[in-house]
């Protein structure tokens, strides 16, 4: 069973940086594909970004796209998402999760999920 645990929430003023890691056990970190979802207060949860297995590939929403960039070291079992040029709008509970086809992932039929990690940008 594969547990996540996500880290890096916090409060930051608009324009800001952020970095959120995602510490992966229990199996084999490079057989899935990860992602990062968020969810805002009275909102659903909503895709954020997307690596392959071997990392060879990213995917991100288009209201994070050119501010936000996935990666992942397989050989420390983590993934991150460094957060450049926050805004208010980006206020969410962080999600980490993975699964073994990217598509999985991508729809949020991911096998593990995290328990979350607050970010909160003040304007």
């Known amino acids: 069973q594969v547990q996540l645990v996500e880290s890096g929430g916090g409060l930051v003023q608009a324009g800001g940086s952020l970095r959120l890691s995602c510490a992966a056990s229990?199996?084999?970190?490079?057989?899935?594909?990860m992602g990062w979802f968020r969810q805002a207060p009275g909102k659903e949860r909503e895709f954020v970004s997307l690596?392959?297995?071997?990392?060879?590939?990213?995917y991100y929403a288009d209201s994070v796209k050119g501010r936000f960039t996935i990666s992942r070291d397989n050989a420390k079992s983590t993934v991150n998402l460094q957060m450049n040029s926050l805004k208010p709008e980006d206020t969410a509970v962080y999600y980490c999760?993975?699964?073994?086809?990217?598509?999985?992932?991508?729809?949020?039929?991911?096998?593990?999920w995290g328990q979350g990690t607050q970010v909160t940008v003040s304007s």
């Open positions: 999760t993975g699964a073994g086809a990217l598509v999985s992932v991508r729809a949020a039929r991911s096998d593990y």
């Open positions: 229990g199996g084999t970190f490079s057989n899935y594909a």
């Open positions: 690596i392959s297995r071997t990392g060879d590939s990213t």
